[in-house]
């Protein structure tokens, strides 16, 4: 269903519900880190927080042989600062994870679509 119903603004519950994990699937330090286990893991592509989220997470495994408290908070702070700069500028709104098609419909609408 959210293969079929994904690019259209119909099926935006069937995006947000998806995940890359299997149905029961158990948290283990393989997939801790990985956004797709929570999210669906296409939101990276569409919006700002979410593409922070996933860089802070890719930090955080890339850099996991840290082991100085002082080091590991310099190792990912940009990336910490832009997920927390995304939160505060209002990235969490429906509208932004809507975006993609709030844009195709103004494009249609005024004749800027490709069909």
Known sequence: ????LRNSPVGVPFYLQVTGGEPGESTSAMNVMQM????????ALN??????LDRMMQCVEKNAHVSDP???ERVCASE????????FNNKLLYSEVNKRFFIRELQFKNNYGAW
């Open 1 to 4: 269903m959210n293969e079929r």
């Open 36 to 43: 797709g286990h929570y999210v669906n893991p296409e939101l």
């Open 47 to 52: 919006t700002d927080y979410f593409r922070s």
């Open 70 to 72: 002082a080091q590991q």
């Open 80 to 87: 910490f600062r832009n997920l927390r700069l995304a939160a």
